[in-house]
T-cell receptor, first 112, second 111 residues
Framework: DVKVTQSSRYLVKRTGEKVFLECVQD?????MFWYRQDPGLGLRLIYF???????EKGDIPEGYSVSREKKERFSLILESASTNQTSMYLC???????????FGPGTRLLVL | SQQGEEDPQALSIQEGENATMNCSYK?????LQWYRQNSGRGLVHLIL?????REKHSGRLRVTLDTSKKSSSLLITASRAADTASYFC???????????FGAGTQVVVTP
């Protein structure tokens, strides 16, 4: 079975802090995605990566950056956390040859 | 921006009843997928229907797709309490495999 893990289930940070959210997948998938989920808005794509060191902006990249140094790991970085970045963050992966995405359990981030 | 919109936003039924939810989208697609999310957890893929398919079944799930109306429906037959979850439709409309999700339908199945 595909396993996608995220470094934390819950995280509390202060405004202005630099925040790292880590995602690791164990199935050698080429594509990885970061979403945020907010009530009434569904999932919105922040960034995605189709290969190591490659990244593309999604629908809402402002305030975020990403890093993909190794194939299995995709990191989401909040350079200076703000209260409007309080949300549920979901990571997903997908093989280039596949069509469905495999999701991690999510990280619920609270920025105070 | 959201591609899919689910209807209804919430649904409450009793065990044994059928649950139907609908999804509308705006642009042409490669495929449409349905995912389930149990409270506070990640999403799990349920079923995928391609743009050239009209109906698909998987266990107690039945999905239809009408590309002329840009809409899809998900039917869960003989609902169980374990079906309580949020259900999301997602459209795949580009070559990168990016998905556009709707806001979801929250389903509560009471024993």
């Amino acid at each position: 079975d595909v396993k996608v893990t995220q470094s934390s289930r819950y995280l509390v940070k202060r405004t202005g802090e630099k925040v790292f959210l880590e995602c690791v997948q164990d199935m050698d998938h080429e594509n990885m995605f970061w979403y945020r989920q907010d009530p009434g808005l569904g999932l919105r794509l922040i960034y995605f990566s189709y290969d190591v060191k490659m990244k593309e902006k999604g629908d809402i990249p402002e305030g975020y950056s990403v890093s993909r140094e190794k194939k299995e790991r995709f990191s989401l970085i909040l350079e200076s956390a703000s209260t409007n970045q309080t949300s549920m963050y979901l990571c997903a992966s997908r093989p280039t040859s596949g069509e469905t995405q495999y999701f991690g359990p999510g990280t619920r981030l609270l920025v105070l | 921006s959201q591609q899919g919109e689910e209807d209804p936003q919430a649904l409450s039924i009793q065990e044994g009843e059928n649950a139907t939810m609908n999804c509308s989208y705006k642009t042409s697609i490669n495929n449409l997928q349905w995912y389930r999310q149990n409270s506070g957890r990640g999403l799990v893929h349920l079923i995928l229907i391609r743009s050239n398919e009209r109906e698909k079944h998987s266990g107690r799930l039945r999905v239809t797709l009408d590309t002329s109306k840009k809409s899809s429906s998900l039917l869960i037959t003989a609902s169980r309490a374990a079906d309580t979850a949020s259900y999301f439709c997602a459209t795949d409309a580009d070559s990168w495999g990016k998905l556009q999700f709707g806001a979801g339908t929250q389903v509560v199945v009471t024993p």
